[in-house]
């Protein structure tokens, strides 16, 4: 585009434009405001961060406070079961919900107008808490690292967006796999998941989030340290000002200059940034699929 087209395009501009970009800005800003406010609290010294005033940039540079944060070892282990979790859970969850995806697109599927409004119902209806635990629990599920994994296999609503996806694709490609005298199974991994890839992608990023942040099943389904999240260790921090008061006088034994500014509200914030940076770093890998698979994934009417 010429610059005289692009100063034409601004001359056009519509009050309802500028109304809408001021409005759009202003949303972004009001997401966005908080993540950077924790950024900056976090890299603060925390005596000087209790004076306030530290809206929009560090006063006082420090590292000491991610220092806090990682000398204890559990962060550490919350980690790497956290991101065993969303890899395992997502490769699982993925290759569930779109196998049955792919059944369901089928028209020579048995049964299938049963099969479609009993997965509906699972959308809307649950057994309840208590049901579900005794369940977790009658299963030998209870604190261990598959009731992180097998509950979260498969997904209604994932499979509605993935099958409608799945319907768009090209049928006499499957006929003529068929006539090739390839089987389901192949043409299935060989065909049907390389065409699906955008809402694959984007899938497995809801999913990716939803396992990272989930903290509710690492508290009411194990037990064991081992297998805290770090979503359950950010909870810890944050409702428990031991926990965090904690943190820094651990910290402060080791980094002895830096024990006067510890405090546990930049301990808190400095693990808010550190649970949400990981995906926060995902996400743009992953954002060219997200708007193609959700409106190409979406139920056509």
């Known amino acids: 585009m010429t610059h005289s087209a692009k100063s034409s395009k601004l001359n056009h501009s519509t009050p309802f434009d500028w109304i809408n970009c001021a409005v759009m800005l202003l949303l ?14 976090s890299f603060n010294e925390g005596a000087d961060y209790l ?40 490769v ?19 049964l299938k107008k049963f099969y479609i409004p009993f997965i509906m119902l699972t959308m809307f209806f649950s057994g309840g808490l208590i049901p579900y635990f005794l ?23 994932n499979m509605i967006i993935i099958q409608s996806f799945m319907r768009e694709l090209p049928n006499e490609l499957i006929e003529s796999a068929k006539i090739d005298g390839a089987n389901e199974y192949r043409i299935f991994f060989q065909m049907i998941l390389p065409l699906s890839k955008p809402v694959l992608a984007t899938i497995a990023l809801f999913t990716i989030v939803n396992h990272w942040n989930s903290y509710f099943d690492s508290m009411m389904y194990t037990s064991s340290q ?14 428990d000002p031991a926990m965090a008061k904690g943190l820094g006088s651990a910290a402060a034994v080791s980094i002895p200059e830096k024990a006067m500014t510890l405090t546990p509200q930049v301990v808190k914030l400095a693990t808010m940034v550190i649970t949400a940076l990981p995906v926060i770093c995902v996400y743009p890998f ?3 699929y997200f708007v193609k698979g959700v409106t190409m994934g979406a139920v056509k009417g």
Do not use: E
């Open 28 to 41: 972004s800003f009001i997401m966005l405001y908080p993540l950077w406010y924790c950024a900056v609290g």
């Open 51 to 90: 004076r306030g005033g530290v809206f929009l940039w560090p006063r006082k540079w420090t590292l000491a406070n991610y220092n806090a944060v990682f000398l204890d070892k559990s962060i550490l282990n919350a980690f790497g079961v956290t991101i065993a979790k969303c890899v395992v859970g997502t």
């Open 92 to 110: 699982t969850s993925l290759l569930c919900t779109s196998m049955v995806a792919y059944a369901i697109t089928r028209p020579h599927l048995k």
């Open 135 to 157: 369940l977790i629990v009658n299963l030998n599920l209870y604190d261990s690292f598959w009731v992180y994994i097998i509950p979260t296999m498969f997904s209604a609503y």
């Open 226 to 239: 081992g297998l805290q999240t770090i979503q359950l260790f950010l909870k810890k921090v944050i409702t």
């Open 286 to 288: 992953l954002q060219r």
